[in-house]
DNA sequence: CCTAGATCGTTCGTATACGAACGATCACCG
DNA sequence: CGGTGATCGTTCGTATACGAACGATCTAGG
């Protein structure tokens, strides 16, 4: 069905590579087209993914030492610690001392943190939804499932 | 199967919210994980992945105008313009008038630019599988073909 | 109690990412 | 031919991303 193109091309893999049959390419390809429906959807609330995915954790967990919210959103120390800094100028977080440990920075949401992800969330869906547009259920849920081995 | 939490829980679809069922999470995710691997993979070529996927484009047209070559690996102007710089600087891309308008800047690929990209196209295979590992072969074709749908 | 190693958050350096504004140029239209 | 709008590449500002080095603190072991 698929001819092997390195027999076709020659020995060297270098020879048949394109770029648009790379895994990554198409990851990060879809990953930009998502992050971008995000910034329209988001727009008026001036919001990126990560200071949402920041926020969502936050309120799941109420209140969380900030190394601890970077892991569990994905992001590294020197990251989060930006994220939260922006967040924290907005007034939609807040700093509280840990008294188990002083090296430690509690985050927490504040009211109107609460409040821009309440309007947040309500639009979420249709962020996902513009993503996952052009897929069929079966795939959404094959797709989901892949990923999440590959994470 | 599978409970509908907003019935559970409430008609708020913010109630059910969860950053790990995300879709744009795990894109995430994955991605990350594939530059990670991407960045061991090539460390003493010490080549980033935008960068490798630049040189690919030049090896496979040869010459292009700055502007078409971020078109083509999905990069806005002012992004492939430091990836561009960066190259440049490290004299594994030059720089050719395009006799045809004076505004635009033709990329071509300088001979040490085609020796590391030998060296980088001779490992990228690697990077793929260690991306794909936890994965089906089935998975990696509907997972390839569900991201070209969504790119 | 006291020190060696781990962890917390910061800062610096570098590399994407992208909107916006800019000057130069181009292409087309009247 | 002259002007208007589109396009080329740059620069600025902002936001991730992440390795590395740093000071402060914590923990475990002796």
Redesign the interface.
Known sequence: MKPDLRTIQGN???DS???E???????????????AI?AGVMSDLDLT?MQF?AL??LR?LKAVSQTELGR???MDRATISGVVARLKRRDLVLYKPDPLDKRSRIIALTSSGEAL??DA??R??R??EQ??E??SAA??E??????????
């Open positions: 060297d893999p270098a590579y394109r770029l049959d790379q895994v990554g390419y198409w990851l990060r390809r879809a990953y930009q087209r998502h992050m995000f993914s995915a969502v954790k799941e569990l959103t994905g992800l309440a969330m309500q979420i869906g962020v996902t993503t996952l052009p897929t795939e959404r094959s797709l989901l499932a892949t990923l999440q081995k590959m994470g």
